[in-house]
């Protein structure tokens, strides 16, 4: 059976408190003349979090449990809100259409994925965002927020115009995203006294790249 993804949000109050973030892998070389030489094997990061840190009682146990058999482990993909990094702007920051710049437009193309860009004047990285949440999409156009005319698909973070922006608009927008991953486990396993004293089991999750 092929492996999919279902548009399902993993538990908000257990995501909130889970540990995690980006991962980057580098091969660092160490020369003889003391230098290093050092090249990037992903071209983007990569996130995992532990979903076992936001585990506070039996009763979210269970839920974790229950989503996982939902999920089939790890055949199923599903959203997950990072705690720190889910909206288009800094934390609190509220969020507006000209947050993030999406493309530039050239008469013809109507739709544009968003894009997160992280930098500063040493380099930049822009991320693809393609579970934004429905309803929190705000799309700017030249300066002004589009009211009418345009929509997003919450399952591909695809913005689409009715009518092409003319060549040389600036197009942004501002969202809320959830991350798309997977468990990174194949089984749960469930030792209640050893829970009831402090420990808590490692759910691992790992983002699911396009």
Known sequence: ????????????????????????????TSLSNGREARN??????RRRYDAGSGIRSVGDLYDVLAFFEARSGALYG??????????????????????????????????????????????EWRRRIEKPVAGTVLVGIGGAQAEAGVACDAATGIVTFETA??????VTAGFEFDVPVRFDIDRIEVNLEAFNAGRIPAIPLVEVLP
């Open 78 to 123: 599903f959203r997950f809100r990072d705690p720190l990094d889910h909206r288009s702007g800094p934390p609190g920051a509220a969020i507006t259409a000209f947050d993030q710049e999406i493309g530039t437009g050239d008469g013809e193309t109507r739709t544009f994925a968003l894009r997160k860009t992280y930098g500063d004047a040493g380099g």
């Open 40 to 45: 990037a094997r992903w071209r983007n990061s």
């Open 165 to 170: 922006p003319a060549a040389g608009v600036r």
């Open 1 to 28: 059976m092929a492996g999919g993804f279902h548009e399902v949000r993993f538990p908000m109050r257990l995501s909130l408190s889970t540990s995690g973030g980006p991962e980057r892998r580098v091969d660092i």
